[in-house]
């Protein structure tokens, strides 16, 4: 996993667009501002038209700016991007963190973005990620995700003034995981499984005609 925290999506070296998504600074504190940067490359030699790229946050996350025109649907961030050959592109997500008992609540609820190729066990209720994906905007074809991980980290200001467990209040309104964002969640999780069936389906395919 590169030092960065981020994880690469599945067999990332054979997907024409290579995904990495990555937090500013070496630290997550509580009640702080986080920044995400999503960088997309066209790993071909031709251009690519027509992209969708999501961003998964966690309901403690509550975004304040987004780059290059993207947006926020309350469940994910989305931008419509085009590639030209080779071309590595930049996409940023400003926003502000809850904490560490709003993250925690989020997780209670099942909102939370599971990393693909991440072991379960190392993530604890303090453990704030993001996934990241490319999907082809008009056949909806994955080409590849990636994911972000790190310790949400006590805010001692915060936790003088008692805003911890049991006065963390609800999570932020218009930021909320709908049952349908879940499901969602859960199948980007197994991104690499889709990935793989889906280019069985297609061999499947090609060999009856």
């Known amino acids: 996993m590169p030092a960065d925290g981020s994880a690469a999506g599945p067999d990332a070296a054979s997907h024409p667009v290579e995904v990495a998504v990555r937090h500013s600074g070496t630290a997550l504190t509580e009640g702080t501002d986080v920044d995400y ?20 946050l966690s309901a403690a996350v509550q975004p304040a700016a987004i780059s290059d025109g993207g947006r926020n649907t309350g469940t994910q961030v989305l931008w419509a991007i085009d590639l030209a050959a080779g071309q590595t592109r930049e996409l940023h997500v400003a926003g502000h963190l809850g904490t560490r008992a709003q993250l925690a609540a989020a997780r209670a609820q099942g909102i939370q973005v599971k990393q693909p190729h991440s072991d379960a066990a190392h993530h604890s209720a303090d453990t704030l990620s993001s996934t990241a994906c490319v999907q082809q905007g008009d056949t909806r074809k994955l080409l590849g995700c990636a994911s972000d991980s790190g310790t949400v980290q006590v805010n001692p200001e915060l936790a003088a003034a008692g805003h911890h467990a049991g006065s963390g209040g609800g999570i932020a309104e218009g930021w909320m995981w709908a049952g349908g964002a879940a499901a969602a969640l859960g199948l980007l999780a197994t991104a690499g499984t889709v990935l793989r069936r889906r280019g069985r389906s297609a061999d499947a395919a090609g060999g009856a005609k």
């Open 37 to 56: 940067t999503v960088t997309v490359r066209n790993t071909t030699p031709d251009p690519m038209k027509h992209l969708q790229v999501s961003q998964m």
